[in-house]
């Protein structure tokens, strides 16, 4: 035990002896936050998918709803051919690969049977990548990606352009829904994505493609 | 270069001669505060979660000591290092031990108020560590030496040809003022250096007590690159950044991003629960995490003023603050500005040196209506200013005029001729002049006293006062 800690925590004590005078919340209040979300939230599945595009458009990802994984894998192959990507990670999903099979070999890589140090530059230099992610929140519109193995969390940041697959059963309503999730204590590490990143440190311009992707294209699969 | 707050008169000064920075300034601010108002109105029920996250924060923060032992007991089971560190020097001194013990010779930081708190890139660059700041517009502060003029946007008053002139001279780049190429510059020189640091320093948003786990919101993706490349992590938090759990998080998603920029969401949100697991082979082998205090203990003695930890660094009450939007982050002479700043200055350096701060403000109250979490910042000062009055920090004269003041108006009579005497006296001066005011007159004009004196003037227009809406419903009632 540091003397620090032991200092500290004993100051933290001291002061608390004295009783906060502050003001407590109204009755009631979280519970009309809770029916205002749920009156908010759609009731279907196809209402989230709905949802989600609509949130993921107004901060400039792209997002296509799809009827099925093969639709989905034309889908990707079309959208490269319209932007072709120079190279390819694959976050090493299977249904990343799955989506990838078609496309013609060469630039496409699996950035997961990389070591990490070979993976990391080897990423930091690729044009796009398709990740497959955990869940995808509707209410904002964001990815969930949890650093999970076999997969890498990485080739979703570093490339320049990122395709996430979402299984339209992985939507979730809100941040409370992934927080109240029965496997959440076993996932700690996880990043939420939503949209390309960007910047508006120069005279509140936005740009899009700061440290990270300029591009983000979400494609949900309906299962 | 080191600023302190004791010279904030000079600085306000400064700021309001420099008519390019309260154009900077001006526009940042009004931009920000219409991205603010266009989400709030998409969020019925905003002033519920404000009251929401108060409670959170006063729930975390009456019961610190429970909290902070659970938090660091399951942040250990999660394989974090946790150090702690009493005051800036402790940190600074244990902050070097891991970097010497783990060989850390470069250092990429993304935005932390924290660190700032610390002068941790003076410190380390004198300890011979090279230390680069990541956020486009930390970036950009540190080029010019300079700490960061908001919480939110460390560069809001400068132009885009100032980072222009700045890319120019300090990085040999050739002149742009287009911020997507400025973006690309500072781009390719940070890619390099991500891939190639030792450590990633950050900051912490909220720390989650019950999960022991902890995150940080961002834009640029800075963020992602420098907690998540380097072989260490090691992130700096302030005691108060606790909440109860990852549940309690979700009122603060929405408050945090919307107030500061607009957002209904950050486009990166990272969480943050121990060291890479060997299964994934991504993320840091090791994550530190280092609790300071540095005063805020003493601040939470005080029931009232505790309140002021319940801050999450929004900058929403600078963005609406009429003061801050005229003379910027700088005036302020500290890491924390604006009104959420000037409660924090006196308390956090003490009322000596924060003896002017609490005085920087109009107590309009604005900062209190669209302070997230409900920090009730103008009476927060008036509590502040009455605590730097009694501990003697003010001057001689000050003292002496308030005492005079003071005796006067607890004599009627006295009082009464004063407040009528001026006005007679005045009549002496030839025309229309005013008397002169020392240290007042030289930047407005003092009006001409009026011949009757105020409470004459006073009861002439209670008498004669149109009926005003108040009156209207006391008779409708």
Redesign the interface.
């Known amino acids: 035990m540091?003397h620090?800690?032991e200092?500290?925590?004993a100051?933290?004590?001291?002061?608390?002896e004295?009783?906060?005078?502050?003001?407590?919340?109204?009755e009631g209040?979280?519970a009309?936050?809770e029916a205002?979300?749920r009156a908010a939230t759609p009731a279907d599945v196809r209402g989230l998918a709905t949802r989600f595009k609509r949130?993921l458009e107004?901060?400039s990802g792209e997002c296509y709803v799809l009827s099925s994984s093969a639709a989905a894998a034309d889908k990707l192959a079309e959208l490269l051919q319209a932007a072709p990507a120079a190279s390819l990670a694959l976050d090493g999903d299977p249904l990343s690969r799955a989506a990838a099979a078609a496309l013609p070999d060469g630039a496409v890589y699996d950035a997961s049977a990389l070591?990490?140090a070979e993976?990391?530059?080897r990423l930091?230099e690729t044009a796009a990548g398709v990740v497959t992610a955990d869940f995808g929140l509707a209410?904002?519109g964001?990815l969930v990606i949890r650093?999970?193995?076999?997969?890498?969390?990485?080739a979703g940041?570093?490339p320049e352009t990122i395709y996430a697959l979402l299984p339209s059963g992985r939507l979730l309503p809100?941040?409370?829904a992934l927080?109240?999730q029965p496997d959440?204590?076993a996932h700690?590490?996880?990043?939420?994505?939503?949209?390309?990143?960007?910047?508006?440190?120069?005279?509140?311009?936005l740009?899009l493609?700061?440290?990270?992707?300029r591009r983000l294209v979400v494609l949900i699969t309906m299962e | 270069m080191q600023t302190s707050p004791i010279h904030t008169k000079t600085y306000l000064r400064e700021a309001l001669a420099d008519s390019r920075l309260r154009e900077?300034v001006d526009?940042?601010t009004q931009?920000?505060l219409k991205k603010r108002a266009d989400k709030v109105e998409q969020v019925?029920?905003w002033e519920?979660?404000r009251?929401?996250a108060?409670?959170i924060k006063?729930e975390t923060?009456?019961?610190?000591?429970t909290y902070?032992?659970r938090f660091?007991e399951r942040c250990k089971g999660?394989g974090i290092i946790v150090?702690?560190?009493?005051d800036a020097e402790?940190a600074r001194r244990l902050i070097l031990e891991v970097m010497h013990e783990k060989g850390v010779k470069k250092v990429v930081k993304s935005k932390s108020l924290t660190t700032e708190e610390l002068h941790l890139n003076h410190f380390l660059a004198e300890n011979g560590v090279e230390s680069l700041e990541?956020?486009?517009?930390e970036y950009?502060v540190q080029l010019l030496d300079q700490i960061p003029s908001h919480l939110t946007?460390?560069?809001?008053h400068?132009?885009?040809v100032d980072?222009g002139r700045i890319f120019h001279e300090k990085l040999g780049v050739p002149y742009t003022e287009d911020?997507?190429e400025?973006?690309q510059i500072a781009?390719a020189r940070?890619?390099e250096k991500?891939?190639d640091a030792d450590m990633g320093i950050s900051g912490v948003n909220f720390a989650m007590a019950e999960?022991?786990?902890f995150c940080i919101l961002e834009?640029?993706?800075?963020g992602?690159?420098t907690v998540?490349?380097p072989r260490i992590h090691l992130a700096v938090m302030g005691?108060e950044k606790l909440i109860p759990?990852?549940?309690s998080?979700?009122?603060f998603?929405k408050l945090l991003p919307i107030s500061a920029?607009g957002?209904?969401?950050?486009?990166?949100?990272?969480?943050?629960?121990?060291p890479?697991?060997a299964?994934?082979?991504?993320?840091p082998e090791e994550v530190h995490l280092l609790?300071l205090?540095n005063g805020r203990?003493?601040i939470?003695?005080?029931?009232?003023l505790?309140?002021t930890l319940f801050c999450i660094r929004c900058g929403a009450c600078l963005n609406v603050c009429p003061i801050y939007q005229q003379v910027g982050g700088h005036a302020y002479g500290w890491v924390y500005m604006g009104p959420i700043g000037i409660t924090l200055i006196p308390q956090y350096l003490g009322a000596a040196e924060g003896r002017y701060a609490p005085y920087v403000s109009s107590l309009c109250g604005a900062c209190y209506e669209i302070c997230p979490v409900r920090i009730n910042i103008p009476h927060h000062l008036l509590k502040l200013r009455n605590r730097i009055v009694e501990s003697h920090s003010t001057g001689v004269l000050e003292r002496a005029a308030f005492r005079g003041f003071g005796w006067l108006a607890s004599h009627p009579r006295l009082y009464r001729f004063a407040t009528w005497f001026p006005g007679k006296l005045q009549q002496l001066l030839p025309g229309e002049r005013a008397f002169r005011a020392p240290g007042y007159g030289a930047e407005r004009a003092l009006g001409r006293f009026d011949r009757r004196g105020f409470r004459k003037r006073y009861k002439s227009w209670l008498r004669n006062r149109p009926h005003s809406a108040a009156q209207g419903k006391e008779e409708r009632s």
């Open positions: 540091s620090a800690r200092a500290i925590l100051r933290v004590r001291a002061a608390l004295h009783p906060s005078h502050l003001p407590e919340a109204p209040t979280a009309r936050i205002a979300v949130e107004t901060v070591p990490p993976r990391r530059s930091a209410d904002t964001s650093f999970t193995a076999g997969r890498s969390g990485w940041v570093l809100t941040f409370q927080a109240a959440a204590a700690r590490n996880m990043v939420l994505i939503t949209g390309p990143s960007r910047t508006a440190d120069i005279e509140k311009i740009i493609g700061a440290h990270g992707p | 900077a526009k940042a931009t920000a019925p029920w519920d979660l009251h929401q108060h409670h006063k923060l009456d019961h610190l000591d902070l032992e660091t999660n150090h702690w560190a009493r402790e990541t956020d486009l517009g950009i946007a460390p560069a809001l400068l132009t885009r980072v911020p997507d400025l973006l781009r940070l890619r991500f891939l999960e022991g786990s834009n640029e993706a800075n992602f690159l998540g490349l005691i759990d990852l549940a998080l979700a009122p998603l920029t957002q209904k969401i950050t486009s990166y949100l990272h969480l943050i629960g121990g890479r697991q299964a994934t082979g991504e993320g609790l205090d203990s003493s939470l003695a005080d029931g009232q505790r309140e």
